[in-house]
């Protein structure tokens, strides 16, 4: 079956489980209580935790924003990984374990008045973040993708703002080389 989310926002506050096709519609899903979150396949549009645990029980794709408000969201021992094409806002706990946070939009920013922790962060091809002055952003690794000289991915680090790596940091930079110089 299809479940078509209104355009509007969607309360939750219990167990949310996507066995099938979701069409998201553009609108919100607004976790306000003990949640644990089965993603499945389909992207989510916007997500806010308001002063909830919300615990991933799958990988999760969200187009445009995710916002903790309050409360904490996990990715789980099983260490799945988000993916956000917009701004990531923590003013609550996001437990990273070993998961992976993907910034995939043309023009993602961090934020929030809680310091983040990542495991593993990445900028892929053509994407950019933006981590605003007075804003830290800490990853244990942190990587920025690149697919040719003139597509990659784009950290801009504004004013005070600064990135903290305490494990492995990747810049990929393609280098053209003339195929008859081998």
Known sequence: GTFTAPSGTLNVAGNFT????VTHNDGTINFNGT???TPGAS????IILDGTSLTL????????DLTITAGTLDVSS???NITC???WSNSG??????GKVTFDGSNCQYGG???????AVEIPVSSNLTVPTGKTLNATNFTIKSSSPSNSGNLVVQGTGAVNVSGNAVCERYIAYPANRW
């Open 18 to 21: 996507n066995n099938a096709a």
């Open 35 to 37: 949640s644990a979150f």
């Open 43 to 46: 992207a989510c549009n916007t």
């Open 57 to 64: 029980a799958g990988n999760l794709d969200v187009n445009s």
């Open 78 to 80: 099983s260490n799945y």
């Open 85 to 87: 094409a917009g701004n």
């Open 93 to 98: 706990t996001f437990t990273a374990q070993n």
């Open 113 to 119: 008045s809680s310091t983040t922790t990542f495991y």
